[in-house]
């Protein structure tokens, strides 16, 4: 099954990439007998639309049905990575500075173990956020994140 994955997720990047995206997260679930493919998109420049997941969903689905890989049938799921979505790697800070988030850390920084505010920069595997609460400016370490993601 792992290879079938791997082969369906190499499928699904390369649609992607043709219609301007790329694939954010991808995996099978099951519920009851009903299986289901999720592919959460993503595009570097804005955020991802209806018509953004309708095309992939088009493109790919037509792809899945044609390729005769899947021994069973299944309900294929396309999404954005939302408006608070997690961020990840560094690349993502990045992408998003000067933006707000929530990031959670392994170890506390100065006393404290969650920050909400805005991304200042991020190099060199660390990271400068701005804390909404009393704008003050707190630098640590991205290998000291637990988990991380965009807030409204």
Same mark, same amino acid.
């Given at each position: 099954? @792992? ?21 954010? #997260? ?21 955020? &991802?639309?209806?018509? #953004?997941? @309708? ?23 396309? @999404?954005?990575?939302? &408006? ?24 506390? &920084? ?14 060199? @595997? /660390?990271?400068?956020? /701005? ?11 991205? #290998?000291? &994140? ?7």
């Amino acid at each position: 099954m @792992e290879s079938l994955k791997e082969e369906l997720h190499e499928l699904a990047s390369e649609i992607a990439r043709n219609l301007g995206f790329s694939v954010y #997260d991808f995996g099978f679930s099951k519920r009851g007998r009903r299986r289901f493919i999720k592919v959460t998109i993503d595009k570097l420049d804005g955020y &991802v639309s209806i018509a #953004d997941c @309708e095309s992939f969903s088009a493109d790919f689905g037509k792809a899945l049905d044609s390729s005769g890989s899947l021994p069973f049938s299944y309900d294929l799921v396309v @999404e954005s990575p939302g &408006v608070e979505r997690a961020l990840r790697e560094s690349g993502d800070f990045k992408r998003f500075v000067g933006e707000k988030a929530k990031v959670v850390f392994k170890e506390p &920084v100065g006393g404290i173990s969650v920050i909400i505010g805005k991304i200042i920069s991020c190099e060199s @595997e /660390e990271l400068i956020i /701005e804390n909404s609460d009393n704008g003050k400016i707190i630098t640590f370490a991205l #290998d000291n &994140v637990k988990r991380a993601n965009l807030k409204l």
